[in-house]
């Protein structure tokens, strides 16, 4: 099962991320842009939905011991850690050249100060106050502690199926609402929460298996696109409309529901969509190395020589880092991250079913 719909809505997330990113260059019109597309950021909450739904109809029936727990986190960090640690040591390269070049415009050493914490994929869970060198990577080491956690998921999921995961999801944003009451988020709230991301994360994440539980019981027969697409819309519209984040948590939620059910009943519906997969699918290389494009085209390039000369507007030139990102993230995805993954994650154990499957 290919869930198509969901790499394009990633996709075009990770686009609006990019763009909201790049804007903080521009010369003219950045604080409307940015102050608009700020207002789409709960689309993170989609990846980790979408990432709590994808891991659940994966290994939810997989995870029946220590070893297959083992095996588990060690895909997740061949297939996520080769490029978060590829990019972050980029930073760190640049951090070392600015500080040997005397450049006093940044706290370099500060930045630097975090290289651990992010190698270590840990800087999301409040080791750090600021979002520092590869700052987009909270979001990886957000995943990595859902990957963490996933066996509570599982244990919900065997206890009472998924009223049993609805009351731990249940329970876990309580907490999180106790500790937003509380001060501990310095965004104030853990719906916007980034440096201390992980627990907002996790929070998507279970619903994301909820969604998978409603859909692998199927009890709710949606065979059209329609409704995903109208309640994806809504939480768009509830994005804009800076409605309470609950409402537009629900709508996500809604949305990815309906959209997974109709593509289940009906999997060939998305085969229109089957040409663009090459692209789509680098939705994660284009989140991770667009700030790299940020800094090589707007940081050097744009604020050095391009910008002050006025030989072009920034808003055709802002077509330039985009595209090479996206050009980045596929070759990358093709030539780095599977092979690097590949050395983390070993070979690959034959499952004792495959012969007999093959000669039926």
């Keep these: ?45 989609m990846f980790f939905m979408i990432s709590g739904f994808f891991i659940t109809t994966r290994y939810g029936g997989e995870l029946r011991g220590v070893a297959d727990y083992r095996g588990f986190v060690r895909r997740r960090i061949a297939r996520l850690y ?37 190698l270590l994929a840990v800087h999301a869970l409040g080791a750090t106050d600021h979002l520092a060198l590869n700052y987009v990577s909270w979001s990886v080491s957000a995943e990595f502690f859902c990957y963490a956690a996933f066996p509570l ?42 440096t201390m991301g992980a627990y907002r994360a996790f929070a998507d994440f279970c619903i994301g298996a909820c969604i998978a539980s409603i859909v692998a019981g199927r009890s709710l027969d949606v065979r059209s696109h329609v409704p995903g697409l109208v309640l994806l819309a809504a939480a768009v519209g509830a994005m804009i409309g800076q409605l309470p984040a609950y409402l537009v948590l629900a709508l996500l939620a809604g949305s990815l529901t309906a959209t997974a059910l109709a593509e289940t009943a009906r999997p060939h519906s998305t085969n229109a969509l089957r040409f ?13 190395w667009h700030p790299v494009m940020e800094f090589v085209f707007l940081t050097v390039i744009w604020d050095r020589w391009v910008g002050p000369a006025g030989i072009v507007d920034f808003y055709v030139f802002w077509l330039l880092p985009m ?38």
């Design 276 to 288: 663009a997969m090459p692209v789509t699918r680098v939705s994660f290389g284009i989140y991770l």
């Design 1 to 45: 099962m290919y869930f198509r719909l969901f790499d394009c809505w990633r996709f075009v997330a990770a686009i609006l991320i990019m763009a909201y990113h790049f804007l903080y260059t521009a010369p003219y019109g950045a604080a409307a842009g940015t102050e608009f597309l700020g207002r789409l950021l709960p689309l993170l909450d």
């Design 153 to 194: 998921i599982v244990v919900a999921m065997r206890w009472k199926g998924l009223p049993g995961l609805c009351l731990f999801t249940a329970c876990w944003i309580a907490g999180l609402e106790l500790a937003s009451r509380w001060g501990v988020f310095p965004s104030g709230h853990w719906t916007t929460a980034d």
């Design 82 to 118: 080769p490029l978060h640690a590829i990019v972050t040591l980029f930073f760190v390269a640049v951090a070392v050249a600015a500080m040997l070049a005397g450049a006093d415009n940044y706290p370099w050493a500060r930045e630097l100060e975090a290289a651990p914490l992010h």
């Design 323 to 360: 595209a090479a990102t996206l050009a980045v993230a596929m070759l990358s995805d093709r030539y780095l991250e599977k092979r690097f993954g590949a050395l983390i994650a070993g070979p690959r154990p034959r499952r004792t079913g495959e012969p007999r499957l093959a000669s039926a």
